[in-house]
């Protein structure tokens, strides 16, 4: 079994920034790969980014290329999302998830995910 538990949503003004974390437990996380996805009211869940575990190679989406940079550290199996210059787009509940494959396959689609976090929100005012 592996819990994600995910800290570090709040409100912030358009241009500042948040780091999400992502607490792995219930088993160890090196076999996973960790994605971040997020979902605003009235749209579909999408893709943020995500890192396999063992290299901390790194996939990002368009919209957050630059600003979003995505890490972990692998001895406290938790993951980070650290998000620079928010824009008001980027409010939405942030969610980091497990992927279901120890070997490989699609980062990018929440199908491919097998464990989810609870969710943090995110909002970016002005």
């Known amino acids: 079994q592996v819990q994600l538990v995910e800290s570090g949503g709040g409100l912030v003004q358009a241009g500042g920034s948040l780091r999400l974390s992502c607490a792995a437990s219930?088993?160890?996380?090196?076999?996973?790969?960790m994605g971040w996805f997020r979902q605003a009211p009235g749209k579909e869940r999408e893709f943020v980014g995500a890192?396999?575990?063992?290299?901390?190679?790194?996939y990002y989406a368009d919209s957050v290329k630059g600003r979003f940079t995505i890490s972990r550290d692998n001895a406290k199996n938790t993951g980070y999302l650290q998000m620079n210059s928010l824009k008001p787009e980027d409010t939405a509940v942030y969610y980091c998830?497990?992927?279901?494959?120890?070997?490989?396959?699609?980062?990018?689609?929440?199908?491919?995910?097998?464990?989810w976090g609870q969710g943090t929100q995110v909002t970016v005012s002005s």
């Open positions: 998830a497990a992927h279901r494959s120890n070997y490989g396959g699609s980062v990018y689609y929440p199908f491919e995910y097998a464990y």
């Open positions: 219930g088993r160890t996380f090196s076999s996973y790969a």
């Open positions: 890192t396999r575990w063992s290299s901390g190679s790194t």
